[in-house]
């Protein structure tokens, strides 16, 4: 690959690269900015906004608007999202999956979450079905050690599950051309076809509540934006099948740690993943790009750039909470007061205290996950 293709802004359900712009995101792929109006309308409902909606992590959404208004109505909405599970978790998985359990305890709904070890299975050559069957079982830990509540939270282990999603699959298949699938998921010839028919499995669960309980409400799916060419194909054909078109929140990006696209298992040494060890921590957080200068004294006269820092969006994205000592960190950095050492060594022991913590909650969950697996 050129330098050249390797900056280039590619994003799509299996490959995020190149500089995000989320400006051309929201023009290209056609979906809304997040407004002050609607953050004023979620704010009315839910009291003070999450940080993540306060530091506009959160930027985009179809829809949103029309499910709020359902809401004020007394037509509630479920939630709905999931993982492709490939391998551990990463820190930026968590990000929408934190948003996600803020909505569910502010709106009181449901959660489906999905667990694709079947599309894991069919898009990475190298990975067996029991692989991925292990790892969504893994997975799933993680986000019961978010604080999820079994009463609410739904977790489909796809190639378990497929009897449970296979008629509502096939509806959605059939009212899908290959034509529209190809140009939305860019399949090639050499696309195997488990892969075509895929997206299938993963529309289903925008429908599944009005078959499991008679109820038809719309879908709210957080997610980050790499997601959003399922809901395009999904939502076309959502009314044909008499239900909602489901709705969408889009987060950014967690970065990697080097630079340029963002956290992806597929690069491990500049991704965090919730089973890597202290010393792992610190040895990734180490090697980070940063905006700092090439020599500490010439940082201390002319000051770094917090801008292009991954340190400093880890930061922002999930290791400072106070908003005052955030915009201290970046004042010190712009003029030079703080290094990039003292913020790797600062932002290690967070993350490692972070894990530390998880790892403890993710264990005692093996021990209800089977609570959390969806009845029929
Ligand atoms: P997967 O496993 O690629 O990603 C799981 C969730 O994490 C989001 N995400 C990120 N968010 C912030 N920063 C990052 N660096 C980052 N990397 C990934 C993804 O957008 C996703 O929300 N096909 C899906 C599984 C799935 C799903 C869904 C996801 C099935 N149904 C409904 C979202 C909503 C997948 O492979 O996700």
Known sequence: MTDKEKNEMVVTPWEVRGKVDYERLIREFGTQPLTKELLRKIEKRTGKLHLQLQRKLFFSHRDLDTVLDLYEKGIKFVLYTGRGPSGPVHIGHLVPWIFTKHLQEKFDTRLYFQMTDDEKFLVEDELKLKETVNFGYENALDLIALGFKPENTFIIFDAQDIDLLYDIALEVAK??????????????????????????????????????????????????????????????????????????????????????????????????????????????????????????????????????????????????????????????????????????????????????????????????????????
């Open 175 to 376: 009212r899908i051309t290959y034509s529209t699938a190809k140009a939305t998921f860019g399949f090639q010839d050499s696309t195997n076809i488990g892969w075509i028919f895929w997206p299938a499995i993963q529309a289903v669960p925008c429908f599944i509540h009005a078959k499991l309980t008679g109820e038809n409400v719309p879908a709210l799916i957080p997610a980050a934006i790499d997601q959003d060419p399922y809901w395009r194909v999904t939502r076309d054909i959502a009314q044909k099948l008499g239900y909602y078109k489901p709705a969408q929140i889009h987060c950014r990006f967690l970065p990697g740690l080097g630079i340029g696209g963002k956290m992806s298992a597929s690069e491990p040494e500049t991704s965090i993943f919730v089973t890597d060890p202290p010393d792992v921590v610190k040895r990734k957080v180490w090697n980070a790009f940063t905006g700092g200068k090439g020599t500490a004294a010439e940082q201390r006269k002319t000051g770094a750039e917090p801008g292009i820092c991954t340190i400093f969006q880890y930061f922002l994205y999930l290791f400072e909470e106070d908003d005052k000592k955030l915009s201290e960190r970046e004042k010190q950095c712009m003029s030079g007061e703080v290094l990039c050492g003292d913020c790797k060594a600062e932002l290690t022991e967070r993350i490692n205290r972070f894990l530390s913590e998880h790892c403890k909650k993710r264990e005692k969950a093996r021990n209800i996950v089977d609570k959390f697996h969806i009845k029929r």
